[in-house]
């Protein structure tokens, strides 16, 4: 539930609890009816039992709709992912278990240095998007139609997902310096 129906809900049970309160004041007496009497008279008509039961039942629905509002669902705790359905029953696979097959995947592919990976569950296809920095060294066409296709692949067969299309972006090229001094360090 989105914050602008929590807060059009927490609004009509807040105004159906004063009001209910207001009908079960007046028909129990707690609240004098010279206060009241003049206004509903023109709205209710007299007073009798079914009135007051329905102002019961009006605020038991509206302090559940209240205190509900405040919680929040269980099913907006669990992580978004790609949903499949077997025979045995519903599989859900998160996006960042996606995403981590796909970083593994592509940290194979000879040429890769840095990577970042987005994951997207679109109703047009999965899609995976992928910026690396590379060495310098690769052919670039080459390093990036194996990055894609690897990619695509390990997803595909290790998660049973089917991906649409793996974007790469190339987001740096590494000099040779900065390159060797790294792989010492590692």
């Known amino acids: 539930m989105n914050l ?7 609004l009509y049970s807040f105004a159906l609890i004063v009001l209910s309160l207001a009908v079960i004041g007046a028909s129990s007496g707690l609240i004098p009816s010279a206060y009241i009497r003049p206004y509903l008279e023109q709205l ?17 629905v509206s302090l559940r709709f209240f205190f509900s509002s405040f919680r929040t669902s269980k099913k907006a705790k669990t992580e978004k992912g790609i949903r499949q359905r077997s ?3 519903e599989v ?4 960042q278990t996606i995403q981590t097959i796909a970083e593994r995947a592509a940290r194979r592919v000879k040429g890769v240095r840095d990577l970042k990976t987005v994951v997207r569950a ?12 590379v060495d310098g060294e690769t052919p670039l066409p080459e390093m ?10 390990q997803v595909e067969s290790i998660a049973g997902v089917v ?16 390159y060797t001094a790294r792989k010492r360090v590692e």
């Open 92 to 95: 859900n696979i998160t996006l």
């Open 163 to 178: 991906i649409s299309e793996v974007v790469v972006v190339v987001t740096e090229v590494a000099s040779q310096e900065n």
């Open 87 to 89: 025979d045995l029953g």
């Open 122 to 133: 679109l109703e047009s296809g999965n899609t995976i998007t992928v910026r690396v920095s």
């Open 44 to 60: 209710l008509g007299p007073f009798n039992l079914a009135y007051l039961i329905t102002a019961v039942i009006f605020l038991i």
């Open 144 to 153: 990036t139609q194996n990055l894609q296709a690897n990619i695509k692949e």
């Open 4 to 10: 602008f129906d929590r807060f059009i809900l927490t």
